[in-house]
């Protein structure tokens, strides 16, 4: 299980179809853009300017298992994370394994590893002797 560490505590992320709805609610656009918004989300892409609020969001919806906790004691969170010189890949990283491992767009990565796995079986071409 992925988590994140705020304010010195370790919080297991979770997410579910349902929690994916809600981002979409929340954050008002598709799962594809929110994780292009959050660094790391999408393969090969790096970006130097990325979302903090979808960031924030999508912690706050991750943790709700465990405890509920309002944006702006999570954004202070985050803020004392980086004023720790703490990377936010810290956060970003698990928050994107979580959502894949959970299938809250409704695939997880499990299912998505094994279609790229057939396909790249299917392009490769057979042997000659």
Known sequence: MASVNLNGKDFELRYTIRDGIELRKRLDRPGIQIMSDIPG???????LAFDLEALIVSIQVGIRHIREVNTDILEKWVQAHVDADKKLGELINPV??????GG??????????????????????????
């Open 41 to 47: 989300g999408m393969e090969g892409v790096q970006r």
């Open 104 to 129: 809250c767009w409704g695939y997880k990565r499990q299912a998505i590893e094994a279609e790229d796995a057939a396909e790249g079986k299917a392009e490769t071409p057979p042997e000659t002797n």
């Open 96 to 101: 994107v394994e979580a959502m894949l491992d």
